[in-house]
């Protein structure tokens, strides 16, 4: 039977830290692959194993993945892919910030810098309020940048 699947694919660097007026600060660097530079992918398969085969899709596209898991979440089929950083140069690849105005076909990177108290992901500064508003996908039910981002980190 063919499912529709939200794929979401992402690059998570190491944290980096800082010190500052506000304490010891982790910034955290997440890239992820999306559609227009605003939407993530949907794929339609009805094969049995929906990891390997977007895994094999992305390789001959030179991007290389660390690990794979399927996830059911609110109705809707998740494919969560992390791309090997030491395999696949990102640099090389389309930017968001490179996309023509309208654009909704290219393919491209968009980094998203997430900064937290040090030692935590879940005591954000400032940016988690606007990724709770910032809707990645928005069929049946929306997925925001802010439930991404918990789930990579």
Do not use: N
């Not at 996830?71 to 791309?83: N, R, T």
């Amino acid at each position: 039977m063919k499912q529709t699947y939200i794929c979401i694919v992402y690059v998570k660097h190491p944290a980096r830290q800082f010190s500052g007026i506000l304490g010891e600060i982790d910034l955290y660097k997440v890239q992820i692959l999306l559609v227009g530079g605003k939407q993530l992918i949907e794929e339609d398969y009805s094969g049995s194993d929906p990891i390997k085969w977007y895994k094999d899709v992305l390789e001959e596209q030179d991007i290389f993945i660390r690990q794979g898991k399927q996830q059911k979440w609110k109705g809707q089929h998740i494919l969560w892919m992390e791309v090997d950083i030491e395999k696949t140069p990102i640099h090389e690849f389309t930017s968001s910030k490179d996309l023509q105005d309208g654009d909704t076909e290219t393919l491209a990177w968009k980094a998203f810098l997430y900064p937290c108290h040090s030692g935590t992901t879940k005591e954000c500064l400032g940016f988690a309020v606007s990724a709770r508003e910032t809707a990645l996908q928005a069929i049946k039910q929306p997925i925001y940048l802010d439930t991404v981002l918990q789930a990579i980190l």
